[in-house]
């Protein structure tokens, strides 16, 4: 994965007024999870911004609410791309992955953003983009050639986690599809339904009347 450069803030308000507060100020309001585990109840010192969530009845975790700038997070949203997120925040370098976007459903505006903190061995969960290469068969017979699905969710650990997955389709026919459990990459688990139809080379009418003619002859 590309790395990206990200500075964050610990928010040390939280609430609705903190929140409008926040958003005034061009910067969103995030979250950090995937920290530390705990046993509960905790008596530990916790940083600015920090808190624990009960995972279960023994254990918690450490998540830290925390601030981005609008214009600092641009690029890391408006691409297809994935990043690996070096975060700096408390005066170290925290690596983690974007998880989850809220957007603003009239304006779509970015309300808030929830970052996952990652580790080599503890492998996630992230929707990578596909890529199609190749010419199909079918396409050169006069098929067309349809995408279905554009991201695949991968699990892996982040070190291993590709930017995009490649799909040759060179040997896909006419009336013919690629299907997740097709599909195989070392090191890599696709999660989707092994039955979902990635892309597939749809029949038009003149490649019917090609296959009549072909037939009749």
């Not at 609008?70 to 690596?95: A, C, H, M, S």
């Not at 799909?167 to 999660?191: P, Q, W």
């Amino acid at each position: 994965m590309k790395v990206f450069e990200l500075k964050a803030e610990p928010r040390e308000v939280v609430g609705k007024k903190s929140v409008k507060s926040i958003r005034k100020e061009g910067k969103i309001p995030a979250v950090l999870n995937g920290g530390k585990i705990v046993e509960l109840p905790y008596n530990g010192t916790l940083k600015t911004g920090e808190k624990v969530v009960a995972i279960d009845e023994k254990r918690g975790l450490i998540t830290t609410d925390i601030v981005v700038k609008n214009e600092d997070v641009r690029k890391l949203i408006y691409t297809p791309d994935i990043f690996e997120i070096n975060l700096e925040l408390n005066g170290e370098t925290r690596k983690a992955v974007m998880k989850d976007l809220q957007f603003q459903p009239v304006k779509d505006t970015v309300l808030h953003i929830d970052f996952l903190e990652v580790t080599p061995e503890k492998p996630i969960v992230m929707e990578v983009p596909v890529v199609v290469e190749g010419h199909a068969e079918g396409v050169k017979a006069g098929g067309k050639l349809q995408l279905n699905m554009r991201k695949l969710k991968v699990k892996a650990t982040y070190d291993k986690m590709p930017e995009r997955l490649v799909v040759n389709v060179d040997t896909l026919g006419l009336g013919k599809s690629i299907a997740v459990g097709d599909l195989h990459y070392e090191g890599l688990e696709l999660m989707n339904a092994k039955n979902a139809v990635v892309c597939t080379v749809q029949l038009t009418r003149a490649a019917r009347g090609a296959q009549s003619k072909a037939a009749q002859e």
